[in-house]
């Protein structure tokens, strides 16, 4: 069989960001900053961090500004330049040319299958990289999440979906696998796939949170997708069908990940984040004892 590299990756950022309402009325949930960094480029960051070299957000009417992002901005460039804020000026040039960066609108918000769907042109006849904006992992030490599921993809040449372990309380939130044997190892076969159980029908506690690597073949399935859970075309469901005709694994990444689509997993990244920061970091570690003294320890 001949090797086919992962080098393009699909990032779906069309939803409407209800979640974040107000704040998401006139700015894309993918703009909100985690400190002073929008969430999207932490995606884009991963991704390249990865080996990827082309990427496609799929966005709709309401996102210019992300576009605007990832763009030169000359007039603020000469700013910069003029009033010597050096520093400044490269990391807003660095941010235009992180990666070739294209852009496609999901027409109508049918799901996460479907945006996946509008990249089938631009992704052709090779796997490729899938990166939800909603879930931001960071290995701080290690590998990005994303180059793991790569790694794993190299070694078998198949679909590799990553997932780590949730509670039982959250399997409804998510796709959860099936592993077709008891995992040893990071990587394990799956037998099936399932979007947002109830708890009781999850055939696992191994949730998909974000990261995916698929074959083109996928289009086969999503073009002829059913909605499904939610009334949506999932992804999900597509991967599932996949599976008959081909193997699919799931991967156990290493790394935190933070649902940022959530407004507490948001503020846990923001807190994390800066105090990842030299800047902030003994002036936030204060503040926050500080908080425990004000406010006391939360009820057991
Ligand atoms: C989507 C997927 C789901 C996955 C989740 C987290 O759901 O459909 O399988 O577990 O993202 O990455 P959503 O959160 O968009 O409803």
Redesign the pocket.
Known sequence: MKKRAVKKAVIPAA?LGTRFLPATKAIPKEMLPIVDIPTVQYIVKEAVDSGIEEILIITNSNKHCMENHFDRAYELENRLMESQKEEEYHMVCDIANMANIYYVRQKEPK??GHAILCAKSFIGEEPFAVL?G??VVENRDGKPALKQLIEAYDEVQASIVGVQTVSDEDVS???IVEPARQPAGRRVKLSSMV??PKKEEAPSNL????RYVLTPEIFDYLETQTPGA?GEI???DSIKSLMISQAVYAYDFEGIRY?V?DKFGFIKATVEYALEREELREKLQTYLKDLVTTFGQPEA
């Open positions: 939803g799901g996460l939800v909603d879930d939130k998510y796709g979007e947002k949730a998909v949170l974000g939610g999932q992804l999900t649902d689509g």
